[in-house]
């Protein structure tokens, strides 16, 4: 099998073998099914929509219905080598205490979420003056789950106040670009912003 | 009564009988020198004899899951929403166990059976059983059945903390687990309940110290207020709301205390159908069994260190308006296997009806036991591990 989205294929390179991971939002299970195979991880994901937690059962992935706004105190500090949670950060009722909570149950997290400086949502805006849609940002502003969006620079500067370390970072798209101005000016060519960080 | 067996349906199925001689040293300390147990089974046993599957009952259950007795039985076997051809617990897969657990009143050795040093029937004298106990007979009916490796171990409520029990003291003899609105313990609460359903009971005129049947007589007002008081605990406020509301059984409030409402009236036949059939000793013995199941007593408390030596794969299952055995006391036994690392999945499925929604048809709850089952199956068949 392979992985389809782009970001869980960034992500897969970035996991060591038999590591403990914890997924957040683990959606149909995709990525820990994945690193089960390739890795050899044991992991857990948690989710909460019915039909996906189904997937994830039919799949052979653990999988923990959990809703991520109740927090994570079910479980230890540092008792994971990874926490992962994709595109799901931006729809929490507060992102800044889910990471540090992520930092806590684990030693490193990676998170990927879609970037609001992204030029074309800029241009939407600029130009159109509405709320941007597209395809990492499908829904309209008043039924969007995606109630903190943000941008690289933004996470960058929680990470200096919160005196998270970032260990890599990488920029996601969805159209497959590779084009040398996403590497130098990720904050206005990264459609999605995906980072790795420890304390 | 069935005029003609439905297709899902197991069809009519016969009870069979193991009998043991070898003596059974109970948690008590007393021993069971010889006992029998009743059991059915249902689909048919591989040539590998690895796609078994062992169903726990719960509190008042018995052998008889799925299927029918007789064309004249007015409802089939208790769990035949989830076992039969097609069904979660697929019959033309699985080879299915169900057995009435000792102390029980359907046909296992019991309080109802005639003691061998006596020649009268057990009573009170049946010595009390705990969950380990009832674990230690099951894993003798599976030598009996020459069944090594149990494919699932399944219960619900009281039958989930068999299966638990199972996955913790004969992990290598069971490949999956799941464990089905249950607690890893009982609360003061729960304790409770129960105490006022045994009060109930023994304080009946006709218990005679539990040898009502040397009285020829039955404690049968207290088994009733027992099954009523347990009953409530069964149902959620929204299902005993939706079904009976504030409704009167006739059209007036009458200022006295005949059956006026009509929740009182279905709880007074409930408790009349169950005080009829089910055995005043064996339901004693059962809420003990409840009361006194805590894996977690050997190791401190810590439930996490109790499931360390499980092997299986644990699929756990609790219900939105359980509230005698709330999700939240799911959840407490999914941590304890996250922490140690075991494989698990969980989920809380949507459900009106309290702690009776493991019974009833629910499309979701089908979708994921299904889906676990199917698992189950293909590693029955050699595939995936």
Redesign the interface.
């Known amino acids: 099998m392979s992985l389809n989205r782009p970001d869980l294929k960034i992500i897969q390179e970035w996991v060591n073998p038999n590591d403990r991971v914890l997924d957040l939002g683990c959606g149909n299970g995709e990525l820990l099914s994945y690193l089960q195979q390739h890795k050899q991880v044991h992991g857990y994901g948690l989710e909460i929509d019915p039909a996906k937690i189904t997937t994830c059962v039919s799949r052979g992935v653990n999988v923990i219905e959990q809703n991520l706004d109740d927090g994570l105190s079910n479980f230890k500090d540092q008792s994971y080598d990874l926490v992962v949670m994709t595109q799901a950060l931006q729809a929490l009722r507060r992102p800044d205490l889910m990471l540090e909570e992520m930092l806590r149950v684990g030693k490193e997290c990676i998170v990927t979420f879609p970037n609001f400086a992204y030029w074309r949502c800029r241009f939407y805006l600029a130009l159109k003056g509405e709320m941007p849609v597209s395809k990492s940002l499908p829904h309209t502003w008043y039924d969007t789950p995606n109630i903190h969006l943000s941008t690289f620079r933004d996470f960058e500067q929680l990470c200096k106040d919160r005196q998270f370390r970032i260990l890599d970072r990488a920029v996601g798209n969805s159209e497959h670009e590779t084009h040398w101005a996403t590497r130098i000016w990720p904050n206005l060519f990264g459609e999605l912003a995906i980072y790795r960080v420890t304390r | 009564m069935p005029t003609a067996i439905p297709e899902d349906s197991v069809g009519i199925v016969e009870p069979q009988i193991a009998r043991f001689d070898t003596p059974l040293e109970l948690a008590c300390g007393r021993t069971l020198d010889s006992y029998e147990l009743i059991y059915e089974t249902y689909g048919t046993l591989n040539a590998e004899r690895s796609n078994a599957v062992l169903i726990c009952h719960a509190l008042s259950g018995t052998h008889h899951a799925a299927g029918y007795h007789s064309m004249d039985d007015r409802k089939p076997g208790w769990w035949d929403a989830y076992i039969g051809p097609g069904k979660c617990i697929d019959t033309h897969k699985f080879f299915v166990v169900c057995l009435n657990n000792l102390g029980g009143c359907n046909g296992s050795t019991g309080p109802t059976s005639i003691n061998p040093e006596t020649g009268t029937t057990y009573g009170p004298d049946f010595p009390v059983m705990t969950v380990p106990d009832w674990v230690e007979s099951q894993r003798r009916l599976s030598d009996y059945l020459q069944i090594d490796v149990w494919a699932a171990i399944i219960g619900g409520s009281l039958g989930g903390m068999q299966a638990l029990q199972w996955s913790i003291h004969h992990p290598e003899r069971m490949r999956n687990t799941a464990v089905i609105a249950a607690a890893p313990r009982l609360t003061a609460q729960n304790i409770a309940f129960n105490e006022v359903a045994r009060q109930a009971i023994m304080s009946d005129p006709e218990f005679h110290n539990g040898r009502y049947a040397e009285h020829n007589t039955l404690p049968r007002q207290g088994l009733r207020l027992a099954r009523m008081v347990g009953h409530i605990t069964y149902l959620s406020e929204d299902s005993m709301g939706s079904k009976f509301g504030r409704d009167l059984r006739t059209d007036k409030i009458n200022y006295g205390y005949d059956v006026e409402f009509q929740v009182e009236s279905y709880l007074r036949y409930q408790g009349d159908m169950f005080s009829g059939s089910f055995d005043a000793n064996t339901y004693l013995l059962m809420t003990k069994a409840l009361d006194y199941y805590d894996p977690s007593a050997e190791f401190n408390g810590k439930l996490s260190d109790a499931v360390a030596r499980a092997r299986s794969h644990f699929?756990v299952i609790s219900f939105s308006t359980d509230w005698r055995f709330s999700p939240a006391r799911s959840?407490e036994i999914?941590?304890a296997l996250?922490?140690a690392?075991k494989?698990?999945?969980?989920?809380?499925i949507e459900s009106p009806h309290g702690h009776d929604a493991f019974l009833i048809p629910n499309e979701?709850y089908e979708?994921?036991f299904s889906?676990?089952m199917?698992?189950v199956a293909d590693q029955t068949a050699g595939g995936?591990s």
């Open positions: 699929l959840e999914v941590n996250t922490e690392g494989n698990v999945c969980y989920a809380c979701r979708a994921i889906a676990f199917n698992r995936v």
